[in-house]
Each structure stands twice: as C-alpha cells, then as structure tokens.
C-alpha cells in the first residue's frame, strides 16, 4: 500500500505478508523515502494498518523483522509499543558484514491499551 502525504505525494510504502487469519498473526514492512524520514509517516501508517488488521478483521498478534543497523526502525516500533521477542544473530550481510535480525512484536490488547 502506497504511503501518501495529505496533497498526495508518496512518501514511501507498507505491505504486510505471512497473514495467518486462523493463528490470528502477521507480518508487515514499512519503507519510506529517505527525504521524508522523522517525520511520522511511518508511524502514522503503521498505527493504521494495526488498528485495521486488529480491530476489522480481528488479528491479535503482529510482527516486525528489523535489521540490527536499523537504529530508526528500532527506535521507531520501541516507540510504538513493540517488544524485542527474537534476536536471529547474523542474518544478513550487507555493508561489508553480518547484522542480526530482530524481532519485535505487539498484541492486540498491547495496541488497545497504548491506543484507546
């Protein structure tokens, strides 16, 4: 899904996968153009798609996959409430050498209580 401005400029995108109804859990990612980082865009987004993907049609659990070198994704979902659950150690290469995964994740009664 395309993330826009309010005068419809886009400004990145956020896409979820690994959505299992029955288990009640999923997945997403975010990306925004560097040119539009801090300034909410993301986290506006995220809080959007949870709200819906909790509150419509009814998942409790969702995850968030974050590279070690993510200083701004990690910060960013500490913010909204996410918890370190996972740390896969050397996951990926990139930039010369090996960065683990983290894990991060919020529940359904997390969310509600954070944002209702």
């Not at 040119?35 to 998942?59: C, P, Q, V």
Request: hydrophobic share 35%; glycine share 8%.
């Amino acid at each position: 899904m395309a993330i826009e401005t309010l005068d419809g400029t886009l400004v990145g995108s956020i896409s979820t996968n690994s959505c299992n109804l029955q288990c009640g859990n999923f997945k997403y990612g975010v990306s925004i153009f560097r040119e539009h980082w801090r300034k909410g865009y993301a986290s506006d987004a995220i809080k959007i798609l949870l709200r819906y993907y909790f509150e419509e049609l009814g998942y409790v659990k969702v995850n968030a996959h974050i590279y070690a070198f993510n200083n701004g994704s990690t910060a960013l979902h500490e913010h909204l409430g996410f918890v370190q659950e996972e740390r896969i150690r050397n996951m990926i290469f990139t930039k010369g050498r090996h960065y683990d995964e983290y894990v991060y994740g919020l529940t359904n009664k997390e969310f509600d209580e954070i944002y209702t």
